[in-house]
């Protein structure tokens, strides 16, 4: 592994780890605490961040803008902000994938359970009791169901390769 660096996060704590540090994570060669803190108080920010809302938000006197500004440039603000909302882009996708993953198991879990509810109460139906239009009912539900939970319900209504189209345009062109 590699050497102990300390890490500045979002809320200015110090954490130590021996993992390889991104550049908005670590110091860089040359950079002050003064300056580290300054670029993570910058790039907690988000997307609008600039320094003047940054001095701002913080309650920083203004007269600062000028050595932020000279830090921001010296020690590449901007680009390792940009890879720190890179990085967050990223792992609000792989949280989101595996809320969606999850969210479709327990659908799954349902769908099965009941499944096993209309099975048992079908193995009670007498055949007499059930006239077609019942019948054709469940069928359609089930069948429903399915195709929502499993998604093929969305994939009908994708435009299917070589149709053709055709659009009137051309005819209200001069009206």
Do not use: H
């Amino acid at each position: 592994m590699g050497e102990k660096d300390t890490v500045c996060t979002s809320s200015s704590e110090l954490v130590q780890t021996e993992e390889a540090l991104k550049s908005w994570e670590k110091k860089l060669e040359g950079e002050s605490p003064k300056a580290f803190k300054a670029f993570c108080l910058f790039r907690s920010m988000g997307y609008k961040r600039s320094i003047k809302a940054c001095l701002e938000l913080n309650g920083i006197e203004p007269n600062k803008y000028g050595s932020w500004a000279r830090y921001a440039r010296l020690f590449r603000w901007n680009e390792r902000a940009a890879e720190y909302d890179a990085y967050i882009a990223k792992e609000t996708e792989r949280e989101i994938l595996a809320e969606r993953v999850e969210r479709r198991k327990r659908q799954m879990e349902m769908l099965n359970g009941f499944d096993e509810l209309v099975a048992k109460r079908i193995k009670t139906l007498k055949p007499d009791d059930l006239n077609a239009d019942g019948a054709m009912d469940l069928l359609e539900r089930s069948a429903k169901l399915d195709s929502f939970i499993t998604g093929a319900d969305k994939e009908n209504n994708k435009p299917v390769q070589g149709e053709l189209a055709i659009t009137f345009a051309d005819s209200f062109k001069d009206l």
